[in-house]
């Protein structure tokens, strides 16, 4: 098992900025990605950003440019600094971690809100 807290989000302006952090704890000795997926409101979750332990990146063309992940000085932990932020952005934001070995789709955080609004 993995546990996944997130921490950030919250409410921006356009054009502004958040930054989401998410530590992993547990079974982490097979963690092999970490990312960010989120959710709108009658949309489907989505990918936004993952990286992996060998710290390859990938990113939804939507964010491109405006995102980005990064690993944290503590161990298994990731940061999305969202800049330039669009009110198309406004969604719950999921963290994920993948495990060798684990489900499928990986273990999941509770989530966090991210509204953009004037």
């Known amino acids: 098992q993995v546990q996944l807290v997130e921490s950030g989000g919250g409410l921006a302006q356009p054009g502004g900025s958040l930054r989401l952090s998410c530590a992993a704890s547990g079974s982490t000795f097979r963690l092999f990605r970490q990312g960010w997926y989120r959710q709108a409101p009658g949309k489907q979750r989505e990918l936004v950003a993952i990286?992996?332990?060998?710290?390859?990146?990938n990113y939804a063309d939507s964010v491109k440019g405006r995102f980005t992940i990064s690993r944290g000085n503590a161990k298994h932990t990731v940061h999305l600094q969202m800049n330039s932020l669009k009110p198309e952005d406004t969604a719950v934001y999921y963290c994920?971690?993948?495990?060798?070995?684990?489900?499928?789709?990986?273990?999941w955080g509770q989530g966090t809100q991210v509204t953009v609004s004037s």
């Open positions: 990286i992996t332990t060998g710290d390859t990146t």
């Open positions: 994920n971690a993948n495990v060798w070995g684990g489900p499928s789709d990986g273990y």
